[in-house]
């Protein structure tokens, strides 16, 4: 019997997906830990390897919706009979008509014809795309097996990414040239413990990268600049080769775009949304995230976000009526707090949840947060981690943003944005005082409350701000 190829199911919540494309052709052969086809969901693209060494034929179309478990092929394996012609609409049936061929055990597996694996310097960042590293989850599990930085690969599968047999040449190739620095004992690298988790996630070697922590330490701050830099210089070498977007081009409205436009449009049309801003005093909370930086360094880098989230998490324990959703017969009142956090991706936006945020400390949600999104930016996020946000920040400070009208995430019936930090003026009797302020921007659905409680609880979160640290207990 022919081994079933089937739609992976990514994560507790999925309930639809497709291929958005084929790997390898109908017809083709393939082995085991190669990539054969992109899964693509509402919120999450992954690479799905082969599970044997065979022929593959397609049973669906790219494009074609299904749900999780469906089949979508067949490897056909030595001595089983490959039929000819598409199988496309005819996935699970016998046909003992069909014109069909036999495969000859010899050509099931082909020596696959591939330029050689070799270590190359980490500046040209190869098998990287949008920052992130092309490689199969076969290809990550024997590189980790092996200790081989991926890194350091150069990918032969579609569009350079980085499959097993890569990881397996890299490894002899280490072994067989004892002189190379690939081979070398390594050198103790000084890092924090999430210096050394972002670099993992990232694909990043930390022996290139030049620790600014004590002794040289290697920090988050480090990796994080080490893997913007590559980021950087694979957008302006996109540019130079006019791969961005550009006047004339016609985008394809589908995966996660296409869910973005459906979901924002029927949360305008199905909820009566209000927004209102309102100002919170941050000198105190600007010189409060100056010592955090300093007192936490090597273990968590907060952001003014995580602040705000904390005072979200905090003020919605005290305003539960924020903390709900619109049902057809009764408001519901949610018994946890999950806060959604809006990371923005190349190719649009993600909202993984911080959970039970009001019961954890800041550290704790600096440190959530950071992974959540360096998580989202290298596609490591799933679906799982979507799953059950009561309420969502996001934030548009960093671009210079002073308002905007956030819209609801669904079925949640508040929002709130956050804008950017700038210098602005008190009263101190008839004397103006430079102060630092910020405009939080909260949208809130009118079905489940009105708009005294929905400016209290703006309030609340304004007040643990403008005093942030009670945002520590």
């Known amino acids: 019997m022919p081994k079933e190829i089937y739609l992976v199911k990514v994560g507790m919540t999925m309930t639809e997906g497709m291929v958005s494309e084929w790997y390898v052709a109908d017809g083709a052969a393939v082995k ?57 609409g005819q996935a699970g049936r016998d046909d003992a008509d069909a014109s069909s061929v036999v495969i000859e055990a010899p050509s099931v597996v082909p020596a696959p014809v591939a330029t050689s694996p070799v270590a190359v310097q980490a500046s040209a960042e190869p ?72 670099a993992a996630e990232r694909g990043l070697d930390l022996a290139l990268i030049s620790g600014s922590g004590p002794n040289g330490r290697i920090i988050q701050a480090d990796v ?40 924002m449009y029927e949360s305008l049309q199905e909820t009566a949304q209000l927004s209102m ?13 100056s010592q955090l930086v300093k007192e936490w360094e090597g273990v968590a880098k907060p952001t003014y976000t995580d602040l705000v989230i904390r005072a979200v998490a905090k003020a919605l324990r005290l305003h539960p009526q924020m903390n709900s959703q619109y049902q057809e017969d009764a408001i519901e009142l949610m018994r946890d707090v999950h806060v959604g956090l809006a990371v ?19 550290q704790d949600i600096a440190i ?42 669904r079925p949640q019936s508040g929002i709130l944005g956050v804008n950017q930090i700038y210098d602005g003026l008190t009263w101190d009797g008839e004397t103006p005082v430079k102060t630092k302020q910020m405009n939080l921007s909260l949208t809130w659905d009118h079905r489940v409350l009105d708009g005294a409680p929905a400016a209290e609880f703006l309030a609340t979160v304004v007040e643990l701000l403008s005093e942030p640290y009670r945002l520590l207990v």
Do not use: C, W
């Open 32 to 88: 085991k830990g190669e990539l054969v086809y992109a899964l693509e969901t509402e919120k999450v693209n992954l690479d799905v390897d082969a599970e044997a060494d065979g022929i593959v034929k397609h049973a669906v179309e790219p494009g074609v919706m299904l749900a999780p478990g469906d089949v979508v092929g067949y490897i056909y394996l030595a001595g089983e009979t490959v039929p000819e012609g598409p199988l496309s």
């Open 127 to 198: 098998g990287l795309a949008d920052g992130r590293l092309k490689s199969s989850p076969a290809a990550r599990r024997l590189a980790s097996e092996l200790g081989v930085t991926l890194s350091l690969v150069r990918g032969s599968g579609p569009g350079g990414r980085i499959i097993e047999r890569d990881v397996q040449a890299a490894s002899a190739s280490s072994v067989s040239m004892p002189h190379q620095p690939v081979s070398t004992p390594a050198k103790e690298v000084l890092a924090s413990p999430l210096a050394k988790r972002i």
């Open 224 to 263: 994080e600049a080490q893997a913007h830099k590559g980021s950087s210089s694979q957008s302006k070498t996109a540019a130079a080769s006019g791969s961005e977007f550009h006047p004339g081009q016609r985008i394809p409205l589908k995966g996660m775009r296409r869910t973005i436009a459906t979901r």
């Open 277 to 289: 801003d309102m100002t919170a005093t941050m000198d105190d909370a600007v010189r409060l995230r």
């Open 344 to 362: 923005a991706v190349p190719e649009g936006l993600l909202v993984p949840v911080i959970r039970d945020a009001d019961q954890r400390s800041l």
């Open 368 to 409: 959530e947060s950071a992974r959540l999104a360096n998580a989202a930016r290298t596609g490591a996020l799933g679906l799982d981690d979507y799953a059950g946000g009561t309420f969502t920040v996001s934030a548009l400070g960093m671009f210079g943003v002073n308002s905007f009208t956030p819209i609801i995430n």
